[in-house]
């Protein structure tokens, strides 16, 4: 079966610092990837797509990127945070883009200070 | 624009009850619905997805309608438990293109026993 982890579970960080957030699957080759951002009281909202390995779209013009250096990674990133960068992200995958269901991961909770 | 909305925001039941959570999408050119069920402080677990070509789909106590035309779908939990409570999220997908949701703010329902 197929698993989705995501570490830290939670992260405290001060404004301008970088950030890293992984997210891994496993049982599962060449998935589609996806982060998304939850943030208080706007709802949940995808900022980055992969469909392979270097291959990145982004959905939400941000100080944030992403990267897929593996088949199965999917990493976020920021250079300097920003207060506003704080919330819940997820990270999800998918067998295809089409039809498919989404699964998503146990989540990362981000405070920026 | 896709719009998603979900009302009501918040419900409150007693144990036993079968109850109707109602989602509300503004254009109906979408590809499929999905329902998910996010426990405080977690992630998003999968409940149901509807293809644009069904009306239905059912899990055990869960069936999930959908009507393209109208734009609506509902979530029916039948014989309610506590452990059904949880915020239950909508998303659309608009497009088989890019994987992308549309999420609904939710409905938070407590079940009391």
């Known amino acids: 079966s197929q698993t989705i982890h995501q570490w830290p579970a939670t992260l405290v960080q001060p404004v301008g610092s970088p950030l890293s957030l992984e997210c891994t699957v496993e049982g599962t080759s060449n998935p589609n990837l996806y982060w998304y951002r939850q943030a208080a009281g706007r709802g949940l909202q995808l900022l980055f797509y992969?469909?392979?390995?270097?291959?990145i779209s982004s959905e939400v013009p941000q100080n944030l990127s992403a990267s897929r250096p593996q088949d199965r990674q999917f990493i976020l990133s920021s250079k300097k945070l920003l207060l506003s960068d704080s919330g819940f992200y997820l990270c999800?995958?998918?067998?295809?883009?089409?039809?498919?269901?989404?699964?998503f991961g146990p989540g990362t909770r981000l405070t920026v200070t | 624009k896709q719009e998603v909305t979900q009302i009501p925001a918040a419900l409150s039941v007693p144990e036993g009850e079968n109850l109707v959570l109602n989602c509300s999408f503004t254009d109906s050119a979408i590809y499929n619905l999905q329902w998910f069920r996010q426990d405080p402080g977690k992630g998003l677990t999968s409940l149901l997805l509807i293809q644009s070509s069904q009306r239905e789909q059912t899990s055990g106590r869960l069936n999930a309608s959908l009507d393209k035309s109208s734009g609506r779908s509902t979530l029916y939990i039948a014989a309610s438990q506590p452990g059904d409570s949880a915020t239950y999220l909508c998303?659309?997908?608009?497009?088989?293109?890019?994987?992308?949701?549309?999420f609904g703010q939710g409905t938070t329902l407590q079940v009391k026993p």
């Open positions: 992969s469909v392979g390995i270097g291959q």
């Open positions: 999800a995958w998918s067998a295809g883009h089409g039809t498919y269901e989404q699964y």
């Open positions: 998303a659309v997908k608009v497009t088989p293109n890019t994987g992308k949701l549309i």
